[in-house]
């Protein structure tokens, strides 16, 4: 049986869906999903119809992690010794931004939670807005490119390495592209107690503008290029990482209309060189090239 | 009896409930029941778990996970706090989950004042939570046990503001009855909720509602707020029975029966507007007081009822919608509308912590008098407004 049924309104391709396929599979039934406002909230619970197969709760849009913390110390207060483990499922926006407050504060109280971003790089429940896990050039709706504008000009916050400040015992990436990662690394976080995070790279056909059939392969080119590096980090160190045989920017940027103008305007070059050294830098530090 | 902090016996009352999970913010006037919380788990005289939390937000949102979890759980804050929390506490009570809160009543930045009075609460008013209002350090504590009695009934399931006046109540030291677990015990069953997260019996919650269902949901916790009404006086009476003391139901009265004029008020200035009553009583005033103890659910009926033989009406708001006026005298005046052809009249006062004195409140009823011969009534009243500051 599918934990997230089929005949939920996702649109068709969608990544975070498949993100929560490759979750469940590795968690089981033996789980609580605490999710915040956003596309997978309103994709999976339009009452009185569910898609979730196992418990699953949705409050607000920024408290996920600390919702997650009362459902773990209650199971706890109850003296429940079972083996249901808690996790967080919730989008970049809901995550990096408006949440990190609450999940900052999970993280430091050491809760025995698993918190899992599905990354689609912007708020796409609200109609594709610029969160701060937007990448450097893309176009949103609140990021447009125009005429003195390459669209978001910041970029990518680095969140893995927030929650590894925290000094938890776990946290890692990895991309749809890879559901047999996603598989081993979420199997991995949730047998270690206290708090994990992992962030699951989830490209998004409608916001980035790419053919519903390709959101595989769109996933597979951000991790080709290094601009979305797979790599683990155990107690504050990195203990392993997606070696890849390197693709140039381009191959990841041509194939979406996020990134259209910087094909067509002036100056567009200089840009995907700027992003090209980002995914150098990557590359130079996690040790990524074969 | 003990002569006790006031946030202490919140604190020993919040412990005989027993609950689950405690999670707050440090805020003052708030700090004592969180420290004195705090100091029990610490020394395992509660068998709860207690998360500090980096907000109010959070402090809120623990809370709300761990009562869909199944479990009984406490919060206390106060002003800036309680306005964090203001998207969660919506949240809270259209889950249905029968979180219990100390709301301790402080004024709200800018500017920034620590002091008492009750703008936050009453800001808090449309929110879907009951919220009760105490006289004294016994009522305040006492309150918090029949606030989970009446917040988990079963066709109630809502959360519970349980609001005291800071510094004036959760400061002063009192004598206060304590309580025997036993009888606690007794009176409270443990939590038996509805819905539960469980993975044995896999359920979903905080759906989004269409514009097909939405009303309906809205609808339901309107009817558990005419549920309340009548379970706050049923579950008042109870706790008079088992435990002696007892504070109103939905209001209390004083002096009220022949009273020409009659003081409405909620909050620790009931104890001042008592005493001065008796002593206008003496002086020939027959002037009467209804406490309103629930706030939300608003008590129109009792209030209808209670004032029907009076002459004029008097209402403190230590607060202001600005632009109108104190928010109880709207609510007081929309109740009596139709109804009643009482002089009304509206007084802001002991804002950011001025004392209200029994002076105060005698001007106020010579106020009232004099409006009631003149037929002239100012509606809304800054009390002892210091004109030479403005």
Known sequence: ?290 | MKVIEGSYAVAEAVRVCKPHVISAYPITPQTHIVETLSQMVADGAIKAEYVRVESEFSAISVCIGASAAGTRTYTATTSQGLALMHEALFNAAGMRLPIVMTAVNRSLSAPLSIWNDQQDTISQRDTGWIQLHAENAQEASDTIIQAYKIAEYRSILLPVMVCMDGYILTHVYEPVELWEQKKVDAFLPEFDPVHVLDPKKPKTFGAFADPSLYTEFRYMVQEAMEVAKKKIVDIANEFRDEFGRYYGGLIDEYRAKDAETLILAMGSVIGTIKDAIDEMRADGIPVGLLKIRAYRPFPVDTIRDAVAGAKAIIVLDKNISMGYEGALFTDVKSALYGKSGVTALGFILGLGGRDITKQTIKDMVAKALEAMKSGKVQECEFVDLRKEVL
């Open chain 1, 1 to 290: 049986m599918k934990l997230l049924a089929p005949g939920h309104r996702g649109c068709a391709g969608c990544g975070a869906a498949i993100a929560v396929h490759s979750i469940l599979s590795a968690t089981g039934k033996d789980v609580i999903v605490v999710s915040p406002t956003g596309c997978l909230e309103v994709i999976s619970t339009p009452y009185p119809e569910s898609a979730w197969e196992v418990p699953w709760i949705h409050s607000l849009f920024e408290n996920t992690a600390a919702v997650a913390s009362g459902v773990e110390v209650a199971r706890r207060a109850l003296g429940r010794k079972d083996e249901t483990k808690v996790i967080c499922i919730g989008g970049d926006g809901g995550t990096v931004d408006i949440g990190i407050g609450s999940l900052s504060g999970m993280l430091e109280r050491g809760h025995d939670v698993t918190y899992i971003c599905y990354d689609n790089e912007a708020y796409m429940n609200t109609g594709i807005q610029r969160s701060g896990s937007t990448p450097y050039d893309a176009a949103t709706t609140t990021s447009p490119a125009g005429k003195i504008s390459f669209g978001n000009d910041r970029p990518k916050k680095n969140t893995p390495a927030i929650a590894a400040a925290h000094g938890i015992p776990y946290v890692a990436t990895s991309s749809i592209a890879y559901p047999a990662d996603i598989g081993k690394k979420v199997k991995k976080a949730i047998a270690i107690k206290g708090p994990k995070y992992l962030q699951i790279h989830t490209p998004c056909p409608t916001g980035w503008g790419f053919d519903s059939n390709r959101t595989i392969e769109v996933g597979r080119l951000a991790v080709e290029t290094a601009l979305f590096p797979i790599y683990e980090m155990e107690n504050g160190k990195i203990t392993s990482v997606k070696k890849i045989k390197r693709k140039p920017v381009e191959e990841y940027l041509k194939v979406q209309r996020r990134f259209a103008h910087l094909f067509k305007k002036e100056g567009g070059d200089a840009e995907i060189k700027k992003i090209q050294e980002t995914a150098d830098a990557n590359a130079k530090q996690l040790g990524l090239d074969m």
